[in-house]
């Protein structure tokens, strides 16, 4: 049943740090700067549902580009739930995103009501941890000294989509470390350390191969000492969940990455570590 009574309108970049701070507690654990980088992925795709002038849920619905779009930051606050108002905003998201290729990044006990709405499971993202410390290997480049038109290069052949504007942000936030590996003048991969809640988060960590891979987590490892360091490893992709175990991560806990309109083209090869549960 739709409950008339929800007003659900476009966030500000305000509201949108408010919501950030509603997946703080929940546990989600956001970057300190994720606000301003999801801002700019997509303005329009962020809602939030008020009653009586009061914020009682929010959903993110990103598009990237006409062919894809990724849902996330579904909450509803605990003391509004089981009166519909998720529903209502489920339903913004989705008319937000129209026939796109949609993905999600759902916890594993609503599988069954995100297949009602057409979604089918695709694989399992585990979220692993570890402590941050030791010594960066020789061969990294810093991010911000590579051309932007390679890093987009490079990032659409591992991301279903272009995705400028989030990545422009993303790589240069305050309090985060991005870099890569160049050989003949292309990247053969790129990683991103960004300061959260609780430690670091690395994502994405794209590379063409294990040993690549492995470099990049070590280079960005060294730069958050004795901090707790997260890594979100797809496990469709086996030698991202061996890199973690390589580096005695544990895992913690698991999404389920479901996609509705079909599945996107990616280089899940390449994925060693998922940019963000919130927007892919």
């Known amino acids: ?60 619905a990103v598009r990237y580009g006409l062919g894809f779009g990724f849902l996330g930051l579904y909450i509803v606050k605990a003391e509004h739930r089981g009166q519909g108002f998720g529903l209502e905003l489920w339903r913004a998201a989705l008319d937000h995103l129209g026939g796109r290729v949609i993905g999600l990044d759902g916890v594993v006990a609503q599988q ?3 297949r009602k709405s057409g979604f089918r ?3 399992r993202n585990i979220r692993q941890r570890g402590r941050g410390g030791g010594v960066a290997p020789p061969g990294l480049t810093d991010l911000a000294a590579v051309p932007i038109a390679e890093i987009l290069r490079y990032d659409e ?49 794209f590379a063409n191969d294990d040993e690549t891979a492995d470099r990049l987590f070590a280079g960005l490892m060294a730069r958050a000492p004795g901090a707790p360091v997260f890594l979100d490893t797809p496990e469709a992709n086996p030698a991202a969940v061996a890199l973690a175990a390589r580096h005695a991560m ?9 996609y509705k309109n079909g599945t996107p083209q990616m280089g899940l090869e390449r994925c060693f570590g998922v940019t963000t549960f919130e927007l892919g």
């Open 112 to 114: 069954e009501n995100y």
């Open 157 to 205: 052949t591992a991301f279903p989509a272009p995705r400028a504007e989030f990545l422009r942000g993303w790589i240069g936030q305050q309090q985060a470390v991005a870099l890569g590996v160049v050989g003949e003048r292309m990247l053969t991969g790129y990683g991103v350390l960004r300061a959260c809640r609780e430690g670091f988060k690395i994502g994405p960590l």
């Open 250 to 258: 544990t895992p913690i806990f698991e999404t389920a990455r479901m």
């Open 1 to 60: 049943m739709r409950d008339k009574s929800l007003v659900v309108s476009r966030m500000t970049e305000a509201d949108l740090a408010l919501a950030l701070e509603w997946a703080a507690a929940e546990g989600w654990n956001p970057g300190l700067h994720d606000a301003h980088c999801f801002y700019a992925a997509d303005s329009q795709g962020f809602f939030v549902g008020e009653r009586d002038g009061a914020s009682v849920g929010c959903v993110s």
């Open 121 to 123: 499971l695709a694989f």
